[in-house]
């Protein structure tokens, strides 16, 4: 009986420390960010602490950076903002979001994340057919030159940048127009701060 016991205790510390990792301790840790020397930028778009392959989550506490999860969206800039701060984040700005897409710090790198020529299904644009939000990373091609995934479709994402009384988002969607023309590393789009949906995503951003 006392075996027994003694089994029963660690199967559930085993379940208790698995559901700990799922909860979201890999939410804080660095390796989610990419070291861009002045600057961190997450490796993935924003998640949700309990999101999972096939459920976006529920939980608003904090932005995560992890592999394999559906984004959040359904945001509007305000909580985004709100979502990074709460993990020691914040939005990114322009030039910081552009060089992690075109893999070269300043001016100058590829239009798209994985090159200078359009790949319809590389990246989760309206070309991918998929027509909905993929878990991050799903697109393993889809990486740029610094390791950042999904810069390019999947959702859009919301940056600190400022567009006329608007917020500038950035990298198109999957349910954007068909052909290139969001999906490129240097395209802007303004868009009102109250704005939501559910191919608008955001991404965070993090000082040294
Ligand atoms: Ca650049
Ligand atoms: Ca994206």
New binding site residues.
């Given amino acids: 009986m006392a075996l027994r016991r003694k089994s029963w205790i660690a199967v559930m510390v085993a379940a208790l420390f698995m559901a700990g990792l799922g909860l979201g301790l890999s939410c804080s840790k660095r390796n989610e960010y990419i070291d861009m020397g002045t600057y961190y930028i997450a490796i993935y778009?924003a998640s949700r602490p309990d999101a999972t392959a096939s459920s976006e989550g529920g939980d608003s506490s904090r932005a995560c950076s992890r592999s394999g999860v559906l984004?959040w969206v359904n945001v509007d800039w305000n909580e985004a903002k709100a979502a990074c701060e709460a993990a020691g984040a914040r939005l990114c700005n322009a030039d910081e979001w552009g060089d992690a897409c075109d893999g070269v710090k300043g001016s100058g790198g590829s239009t798209y994340p994985y090159g200078n020529t359009y790949r319809g299904s590389t990246c989760n644009g309206s070309d991918a057919g998929k027509e909905r939000a993929v878990p991050t990373g799903f697109m393993s091609a889809c990486v740029s030159g610094f390791g950042a995934y999904?810069?390019?479709?999947?959702?859009?994402?919301w940056t600190n940048e400022s567009s006329g009384s608007g917020r500038v988002i950035r990298?198109?969607?999957f349910d954007g127009a068909s052909g290139s023309g969001y999906l490129a590393c240097a395209v802007e789009v303004g868009s009102n701060p109250s704005n939501s949906h559910d191919s608008k995503?955001f991404?965070c951003c993090r000082d040294k």
């Fill in positions: 778009e984004p999904d810069m390019s479709g999947n959702v859009s994402e990298g198109g969607s995503g991404r």
